[in-house]
């Protein structure tokens, strides 16, 4: 096993928790070879302090999985797997079909990712370290979680910086179908979970879309990066009057109307465009009572944020400009590298360069099964605000 020895006076984010240890923090690796895997830390003094999966390839050098001096293995990955189920049971209505399973380091697993849609489990393993685990973390939910299938999505800039080629496929049994249907309070929605975003539906807006459906009675809707539908399908099924749902992936657009039409809302006012949402932003003429704006992250890497804070403002000052008097816009940033203050702060300067006079009602955040680590605060990663205009 690999020792990683941190500088003097560096282990104190160690001892409070924090899951990550950055290059800039270690003095010396000894007895071991440069392959990821799993790596015992200690401080400088030699005094042994956590053990976490190691990558000589990543700024994040060790990404840490327990405090105690156990072994990393099946045992071990079981019973923190079932740590994140049983949160899951406790929480979430035993007819909810599609949620996350295991959310990284929230869930103490960092680098892995499991969403369940119905009989199918979908991982994703975004860390070296994590993915020198894969067979024993397949094994381990193939034993607490019978399936139809375990699917891979393992794909993205987080896993590049680790040093990793992108892998799809099937881990386990069956591969799903082109589209498995799921249950979402009490809508349904047809998901591609093969070739779709992120695992194939965006299972952090589950509470959110419901609370918009709150709102929606008798209003007209702008929904901008509709994908799908999910957000759509909830605003008509709460009584919109309108909604118009733009959306620039023509396949999307196409499972969206599916969608609509499972539910019986094709004809309940719901209008989709295929059309860029910045350009219909900036040009559209039409005013609405509510404004939706979710789009995928903005900034991937720290180094994109400066451009992506100026992305987030050009999306809501115009969005903020097509509300009626009294309209509310709802808007969301999925980045970890912005965070909330950071996000509230140009949301005001496109309020400012609006001329509106904006009031925040509501901060919105993830769902029940999406937790986060209070020793983790980066992994807050979705940030959603609802706004009214007063003029």
Partial sequence: MQHVFLK?????????GHPWIFSGAIERVEDGSDAAGVTDVLDSGGRWLARG??????????????????????????????????????HLSASCGAYRLVNGEGDFLPGLVVDRYGDFLVGQ???????????????????????????????GGVREEEGLIPSVGVLRGEEPPDLLQIEEHQLKF???????????????????????????RDKAILNCFAYTGAFTAYALRGGARQVL??????????LARQNLDL???????????????????????????????????????????QPAAGSYKFLNLHALRLLKPG?????FCCSQHVSLDLFQKIIFGAAADSGRKVRLLKRLGHPVDHPVSLHHPEGEYLKGLLLSVLE
């Fill in 125 to 155: 393993f975004f860390a070296a370290g994590m993915d020198s685990l894969r067979g024993t973390v397949v094994d381990a939910l193939a034993a607490l979680f019978p399936a139809m299938g375990i699917y891979e999505r393992s794909e």
């Fill in 263 to 305: 539910n019986g809302l094709s004809v309940s006012g719901g209008e989709l465009v295929k059309a860029d949402a910045f350009s219909y932003l900036k040009y559209c003429k039409d005013q609405f009572d509510i404004v939706v704006v979710d789009p995928p992250s903005l900034a991937l890497k720290r180094a994109d944020v």
């Fill in 327 to 331: 309209g509310m816009l709802l808007t």
């Fill in 8 to 16: 003097k006076g560096r282990e104190r984010p160690v001892l409070n």
């Fill in 190 to 216: 047809l998901v591609d979970i093969r070739k779709g975003q992120k695992t194939g539906f965006f299972l952090d807006q589950r509470e959110n879309r419901l609370f918009l459906s709150m709102l929606a």
């Fill in 53 to 90: 999966l190691y990558n000589p390839r990543s700024q994040i050098r060790v990404r840490l999985l327990t405090w105690q001096e156990e072994n990393i293995d099946q045992v071990f990955l079981t019973r923190r797997l079932s740590q994140a189920a049983a949160l899951r049971k406790q």
């Fill in 245 to 254: 749902s733009i959306e620039s992936s023509r396949p999307a657009l196409d």
